[in-house]
Structures are given as C-alpha cells and as structure tokens.
C-alpha cells in the first residue's frame, strides 16, 4: 500500500508489540493507517478524523496517543504498544477488569479505553472516580454510559495494573 | 477467560445469572473482525465525491481526469450507474398517497441535501482514490434549499421534489375529543421541539464487496444482513441465491444501521463492474452528513383534564421532517410514536396527526426509540406543565392518571394493550433510591433562601412499546415485512450445541444471553454453547436486531427451537430406553422412564444415537436439531419510573444532574449484567439529547456538525453516576421478558428537561428547547428575569434554518 510515489516515501523503523518492522513509507501515512494495513495490526480501529474520539488510542513509548494523530514518520524509532500486545501474558489486568465489570458492549472503542486508561493509572496509580472520567475524557464509547468503564478501571487500579 | 461474577443468591438456572459475556475476548485483545479489517486478493478502495450543494440541478460529471491519476482503476459518475442503480427502498409506505419520490443509490440530475454521492473513484490504496476525488469535475446549477419544516408546506416555498414537500399526512382518533375538551377545567397547549440527532455509532460505516461469477459475498457494518440482502436482490435485480451478507463484527448501530444505504448498493454494483473486490470505509465527516439522523419534529400536544387533574383527552399535530429522501422506514418512525402520546394513562379520547414533510437535508430514520423518544418527551413534559399549574406534585398527578397494576391487560386509548406492568411499585422504588421527599425539601429551602443555584427534579413515568413486531400488526400499519424472528437448534454429535439467530448483535451481548436460555431450556452446559449470527449463509432466515426485539422475539424463537428439538429427543429415547415415549419424562437435560428416573437417556447421548442413526425406529428421521420461527402475539412494554435531581447555576445556566435513578421493569431478566449495561447506555444517549447533542445545518442548508468536535458525545466526565433499580411484572411470554435496548433513552431525555424546569419554574420557565445547553439556560433565566437575553445567535438550532 502506499507505494504509488516512491521518490518521497521515507524509511522508518518502528518496533511495534515487540517486534521491529522496517517500511518505506509516506511521509503523510498516518500511524493508525501504517499499524493497520502495512503492519496488519487492525486491533487498532479508527473511530473519527479530528483526534476527537480516542477508538486509535496507542501507546507511544509508553505514552498514549491518538493514532489518527501522529504520522508514521514521526514514531521513526520509538516502541509502539497497541492492544494486541499489551498484556504480558493472557490478560493484562484492565483487559481483565473491562471483562469482569462488563465495562464493553459493541467493544469499538475498547482498545482504545484500555489504552488509555493503562496511561491513566501509570500517571496515577490510585484515581478516585472523578480523576477516571477526567482521565478518560478523550475516549468516546456510544454504548456503556461509561459507568462499567469507572468500575473497571476502578478495578484494575485496586489490583495494581501498574506494571 | 473463564471467571464468572458469582452473585449471593445467585438462581440455580441460567436465567438470572449474571454471567460474563462469551464475546468479550476478542473485543479486548484486538481480535475482531470489523468490516474494514476484512481484505481480500486485489482489493480495491472506493472514494465518493459528494455535493456540497443542499439542493441543485447536476449540469456535468468529468472523471476523464481522475482516470489519469496514480493508481486509480476506474472512476464513475451517477449515468454510469443510472441503468441499473434503482431507488433505495422505502419499506413502510404509512399512506395510500403517499409521496416517495425516487431515490437514487448515486444522484444522476439533481442532489438534495448536502453529502449526497455525485460521483466515486476506485484506487489501488485509500489514499490514492481520496487524491483522484479532486480530479473530477462536476458542475452545479444551484436551486433553493428547504430547510424549515414549519414553513415548508407554506406556498411558494422552494419544492424539494417536483410532487411538493409534503409526503404524507397520517391521522388516528379514538374517542370524542370534541367532548373532552368542550367546557374541560383545565387545558394546556404547548410546542415542543425534538431536535435532529446524530446517531454516531463509534464504527463508521463499512463495505466490503466481492462478485466471483455472478456470485456476490458483502460484508457490511450493518445491523440488518437478513433485510438488507432481500432488499439488495429487488433494487438490483441480482438473484437472491446469489447474494450473501455478512454482518461481521459491528459496533454498535443504534438505529443507523438499520438501513439500505446508498454505498452498499453502489458496492455490489461496482464490484460486478470490475470484477474485482471493493471497500468503501466512511470517515467520521461524511457519516455525519450520510448516516441517517433521528428525531427532528415539531411537536404541538394539548391536553384537557379535570380540576383534579384527571385527564380527559389529549390532541397531538406533529410535523416530522424526512428530510430529502423517504428511507427504510423513515415515514414509519413518528408512527411508532403515534401510540405512546397516551403512555401508561387513561383518558376518554386522542387523537394524533402527522404530517411528513421533505427538506433538503440528510433523511431521517430509526435512532435509538425510533417516534417513543419524542413522543415520551411530549407527554411526560406535559404531565408536568399540567402538575404544575393544578399545583400538584408531579408524581401524583400521574398516579391519578395511570393505570394501576390491577387493571392489567389494558387496552389504552391508542387501541394498544398492554399485557403487564406495575407503575405503583416502579415509582415507590425510585422514590425511595433518591430520597425524593428530602429532595423536595431541599429545593424548599434553596428557593426560599434564593440560592443562586437551584435544584429541581425530573419525573419521567414512562412505558414503550418494543419487540418489534406481530407480523399481522405490520400490515395493518402498510409495513413492508414481517416481524417474527427464526432460530435454529444444531445438537452435534458430540454433545455440544450450535444456536442459529436470526437476530443479529452488534454489541447487545446474543452470544451470552443467549447461550443462557438455551441451557436452561435443554439442560445443557452454558459452556457448551455457541450462538451463531450476522451471515445469510449460516443464519439464513432473520428479521435481525433493532426495536428491542431481540429477546422477546428472537428468545422466543430459542424457546419454540428448544421444544421441537426435546419432542425430537423423546421419540429416539424412547427406542433407545425401549419404552413408549408416552412413559418418558423431560427434565432439563434428559428424558427419563417414569417411575424409573435412573433410566434415562441425555440430550447429547440421543444428539449421539440420532447421528449414529443405526437403531432407530421405522420412520425417525435421523436428528433432533430444530428450526422455529417465532411471531409475537404482542408488543413489549416495559416501563419504569425515572427520577433526575439536577442543579442548575442560574448565574450561569451550567446545569448538573446530581444523581439519576432508573427502576426498570422488564420482566423477567435473563443476564442482569447486560441489562444493566443496556440501561446505563441507553440513559447516556437520552441524556446526550438533553444536554449536548444536535445536529446543525446553516442558512445554505450546510451541515456544521460534520466532525465529534462540533456533535458533541458527551465523555465520562460530561454523565454522571447512575442508580439502577428493577421491579418484576413478567410479560405474558414464556419467558417473561420484555425488551430494554431503548428503554433507557426514551425515560431519560424527559426527566432531565423536567428537572430543568422544576428548578426554574420559580422564574416562570415553562420551557427551555433541547439540547439545554449552558448559553440556553442563561438566556431563559435572563428573559424570564425581564433582563435582555441579547441575540440568539444559535437561533437556526431551534428550528432548522432561520
């Protein structure tokens, strides 16, 4: 994909989910749009144009961002952790929690949620449930109401999903 | 992933249990199967060009210059597809006379609302047919756009088609209104409007489409595979054995995707052009524009009643905007409205009229409550307004209205009856959880005390119909469909168990309920269950998901399935325990000899004989699976009694629900774990039309709210915490159940508006027009405080364009 113009496409390394990946690429190809159809990592799905709805949420170099929002150019060099390679192990405590409190329906917006709540609680570790809604105001779900999403967070905070 | 929530108390049965949902896995690890992660050899990638036109004449197409651009395959305006395109299909025709002006899949000579497709490129990659969209030249001879309901029927009015603006006018009455109002104590008239909404499920839309030989496979982010399929082979002639639909994984619908929509059609048909596989993956902008809208009426509602407040009739004249087109069931959704105006009371008389009206603006159609919502909000606004000027609380003026539980079934004065409820029991509950007495005192004090901020509550009685539908209902209503719902029983030889829906999920959590009523009814573990959905290859029968119809149709279904498949086992077990089969008994799981009950034979040990089929007796037919196609006798009603504590800031019209109880009654519940997640989801919705949402268009008929920065969703830091109660009045079905997919929207939109309102009424607020933003709620106080409200710069949000 993406090969149609190929004295401006640019090389980058990105290690994504623990492994590295070597691409050619345009300098306008979105991160969500690389991890998704060059890298085949479509756990990441895409919810809006304009950064507002948090469905691409990543994780950064440990930081979350919207994927929709960076350019596959500028990840050139970092570490790049989506869903799919969150846990370490079965489950990552969240991905648990969000199971046990029901806390997904239709699940588009999960991964994304999961993220960045897991960048949540490593700013801080124990939010009350005020600091969970503030935190997560840049991740949009249409079906849960978000009160399955506190209560999982919530969780997943008690059983120190830190790690 | 096998923890399961153990509830205390917990009932032995499936039913009831709170179990975790089977299809949670895949949703959170990334391993799903959304339509636009499906790819195939040599797919290609469409791009629409749509008009930024509300209404104009299509003077010329041009692709020749995209068609020289990298990558790009091939590139069609509407005259390449008017041969063979058809109309989109309109399946609830309410009138005789009705108008349903032709709607073509592409616009070939004119548009009629903003978005509409004008023309498509096919790219080797998305970004390349983006690019070639530039390249097309169309021109336009701009007409006037339609964008006011209310003046759109006046004459001399811009027409969106050439038979006139309006559609159709639909009329019901039962009783002598004239006698009810004549002389009636009280009357009060109010206009009330329901502002358009954006459905915005978090999945844009999505399709893929291959053609091999004639054959065509479509995967669509579609809540109706089984509908859509059918109405794909009559808009486009393709034979309906030749067309699959797959529904893979969808997120979320809401009503918006319960549509034949222009770009699937348009998909098949360009896959068949090129004989090469096509995805078109919407952006959020452009579904915001060509996703279906909700709501969007004008609603005048005038009762009468007695001095003590006891109602003696209600009139209600709707205006409902179709906007420019009449989709699936556009003209239908008002209607469903059209029965609920009465909601859970009694009077001697009612009548109700709707007009539909064309704009030149994205149709409208089903979003969450489809016509309940709007006619919820419309009664329950006014059984405040009628409590508030008898001086009465607003509770009790409903209980002096509503049926009590005793007079249960109930033919209302909308010819409805309702089979079950307990209204006393649900508002006793919800009383309790939010301590409404002391509420009550509370805003005593705040008002006496001239508290800058004020604290009202919401009252919402509410009941709806759902379970969409007893087929014969349907067409008494001019709809286009049947509304039963098939399910099939696969017992495999090894004991486990495959359940076929016709009632395909997208979020609603099937896999899991419905795993648990299949266990309970043929004793089988809950683990050795798979529910099949959403590909007319497996589940070829359905009527799908939408109208809370799910469980109480599709369940049933489950139940009738589940019958057939155990009198199936009795005759095999009978050969098998060499007994009649008069002398067996069932017990979830078994037939047994009675009188002997160790002498029996499992469900899976007879699944096994039958497949063996070595010793069966003379005409058996060698299995148990079963089919059944379930059709309700009834809608569903559930009902509930929703209780909203809100605080406004009058000195900045900042309004804050402080605590929201919900007591639903469903009747019986399956899972209460989804139930609850449906009712939080549903309150979420009906409490974003209160405060946040609406769907904007300009003075040239432009849609504003085109990106999630603009239609504002609220996020967890915009809702509050919810309290969720449940009293039990089991629907006459097997299974007790009623619906709760809607439930929740339709309850709440009312009871946070009222809140506003009781906080306000002090000021003489009688109204303030949804969404009740800050700058809204500071304008009312200012006007009602005789100050100047300065200019209403958002005055095109009350009405369409100004």
Redesign the interface.
Known sequence: ??S??GDRMTEITVTVDGVKYADHV?P??LLV?YL??VVG??????????S??G?CTVLLDGQSVKSCAVLAVQADGAQVT???GL?DGD?HPL??A???E?A????????GM?LAAADLLRDNPHPD?RE???G???????????????RAVRRAAAAGAVQ | MTAQAEVPGAPAGELGRARLRKEDYRLITGQTNWTDNITLPGLLHVAFLRSPYAHARITSVDVTAALGEPGVIAAYGGADFAAEQGSLPCAWPVTPDIVMPAHPPMAVDEVRYVGEAVACVIARDRYAAADALAAIEVTYEPLAPVLDIRTALDEGSPKVHEAGNKSFEWVFANGDLDAAFRDAPVVIERDYRQQRLIPSAMEPRAVVCSCVGGEFTLWSATQIPHVLRVMLALVTGIPEQNLRVIAPDVGGGFGSKLQVTAEEVLAVLIARKLGRPVKWTESRSEGNMTVHHGRDQWQRIKIAADADGKIRGLDVDLLADMGAYLMLVTPGVPLLGAFMFPAIYKMDAYAFRCTGVFTTKMPTDAYRGAGRPEATFAIERIMDELAAHLDLDPLDVRERNWIRHEEFPYTTIAGLTYDSGNYEAATARARELLGYDALRQEQAERRASGDPVQVGIGVSTFTEMCGLAPSRVLGSLAYGAGGWEQASIRMLPTGKVEVVTGSSAHGQGHETAWSQIVADQLGVPFEDIRVLHGDTQVSPKGMDTYGSRSLAVGGMALVSACDKVIEKARAIAASMLEVAATDLDWTPGRWAVRGDPDKGAAIGEIALAAFAAHNLPDGVEPTIDADATYDPDNFSFPHGTHLCAAEVDTETGFVTIRSYVAVDDIGTVVNPLIVEGQVHGGLAQGIAQALYEEAVYDDDGNLITTTLADYLIPSAADLPSYVTGRTESPAANRLGVKGVGEAGTIASTPAVVNAIIDALRPLGIQDITMPCTPERVWRAIQAARGGDQGSDSDAQQTGGAA
């Open positions: 994909m993406f149609n113009v345009e306008r190809l749009h998704r159809e990592k479509t756990g990441t799905p895409i919810g809006c144009d304009t507002n709805c469905a989506t869903i799919e846990a489950l991905q648990r969000f199971h046990e029901h997904l329906q239709c699940g588009y917006c999960t991964p999961i449930d969970i809604r503030e997560l105001e840049g991740n949009l779900c249409r079906c849960t109401g978000y009160e399955n999403i506190v």
